[in-house]
């Protein structure tokens, strides 16, 4: 579950501060040209939810057997 919650902050911190890249440059005439591209989210980062909620349902599934586990014995 810990894993889960951690990867769960990383994916969110990713999403609310997108990476960025900014250049900066002159061509051949001496004219300034430059840019600034921020990241969007992709289908990349539905992967890491689908997996991070399977990596979660997994810890609470083990969890629950090895709670019933307990009582049986």
Do not use: C, H
């Amino acid at each position: 579950m810990l894993v889960a919650m951690l990867l769960s902050a990383v994916l969110i911190t990713t999403l609310m501060n997108p990476p960025e890249l900014i250049w900066d440059g002159f061509d051949d005439q001496g004219r300034a040209i430059g840019g600034y591209v921020v990241g969007e989210p992709a289908v990349g980062a539905l992967v890491w939810v689908m997996g991070i909620a399977a990596l979660f349902a997994a810890s609470v599934y083990g969890l629950v057997e090895q709670t019933r586990q307990k009582r049986i014995e």
